[in-house]
């Protein structure tokens, strides 16, 4: 599901109904788990399998 370089919209559940988007670009992926990088260094993993997860679509 995930290509490694690619840049993605990340939307995320945060703070119990909020929804949060971000862009980010992927620099591992291990099954359902991500990391990616936003900006220089700021580097998160995301579980995509999480019910906090609610989508990711690739940038063009």
Known sequence: MFN???TYRIRMIVGGDE???FKCQ???VDG???K???GDDDEQII???SSNF???EPEK
Do not use: L
Request: no cysteine.
């Open 4 to 6: 490694v370089g690619q």
């Open 19 to 21: 929804q949060q988007m």
């Open 26 to 28: 992927v620099i591992e």
């Open 32 to 34: 359902p788990v991500i």
């Open 36 to 38: 990616i990088r936003q």
């Open 47 to 49: 579980n995509t399998a």
């Open 54 to 56: 609610v989508s990711a």
